[in-house]
């Protein structure tokens, strides 16, 4: 089974400052990945994804996540803090699903505040 | 191109009584998958669905709940005789046939609150 790990609940960043959240990952097989933003009472939106190829990506809003094999990790970034970014984010992955069974399983999630 | 409808977004039932949530893909999305989202538990996915067939109801209450997705219709998400525990968000996702059907496009969920 797959498992992510998100620590640190709530994460607090001054306006302007490089946001990080970490990821790390179980799967006995590398994973999609995905790294979704949830605004209040609102659903998913996906910030972005690794399937295959650069292990560096960009996303919307200026962020960008790398995926490190040997870390089993997908620790999302953005060079600096916007006080739009206030939002819960979701780490998640699904497996290589041939047969199209592409489930996700989530991180418990990072409640970021933006300290203006 | 409009996005995952899911309808109602607010829902008040009583203990007993029976929730029906409603979801409808985005055109041309043929994978159906819901989720539900519990106060300090996170998104949990509940089941898989494509066009009148179940793929995995894995993560589904073993229980009062179901879920279809007919050939002509939204999918449904069934709650029979709520409990306060089933009080939640429930997420519908959607996703294409072939390229990029890894990834899902959610909806705004409905909100199901059981008093």
């Known amino acids: 089974a797959q498992s992510v790990t998100q620590l640190g609940s709530h994460v607090s960043v001054s306006e302007g400052a490089l946001v990080l959240l970490r990821c790390n990952y179980s799967s006995s097989v590398p994973p999609y990945l995905f790294w979704y933003v949830q605004y209040p009472n609102q659903g998913l939106q996906l910030l972005l994804k690794y399937t295959t190829g650069a292990t560096l990506v960009k996303g919307i809003n200026g962020f960008e996540a790398e995926f490190k094999k040997s870390e089993t990790s997908f620790h999302l970034t953005k060079p600096s803090a916007h006080m739009s970014d206030a939002a819960e984010y979701f780490c998640?992955?699904?497996?290589?699903?041939?047969?199209?069974?592409?489930?996700?399983?989530f991180g418990k999630g990072n409640q970021v505040v933006v300290i203006p | 191109n409009a996005g995952v409808m899911q309808n109602p977004r607010h829902l008040v039932r009583r203990r007993g009584q029976e929730a029906r949530l409603r979801c409808s893909p985005m055109k041309g999305h043929s994978h159906v998958y819901w989720y539900r989202q519990l106060p300090e538990e996170g998104l949990k996915f509940m089941v898989y669905l494509q066009k009148e067939n179940i793929i995995d109801e894995s993560g589904m209450p073993k229980e009062r709940f179901s879920a279809e997705f007919p050939k002509e219709g939204p999918s449904i998400l069934r709650i029979q005789q709520v409990v306060r525990g089933d009080s939640a968000a429930y997420f519908c996702?959607?996703?294409?046939?072939?390229?990029?059907?890894?990834?899902?496009?959610f909806g705004p969920g409905t909100r199901l609150l059981v008093l």
């Open positions: 998640a992955v699904s497996p290589r699903a041939d047969y199209g069974n592409n489930r996700l399983a």
């Open positions: 996702a959607s996703s294409p046939d072939g390229e990029n059907q890894e990834t899902q496009y």
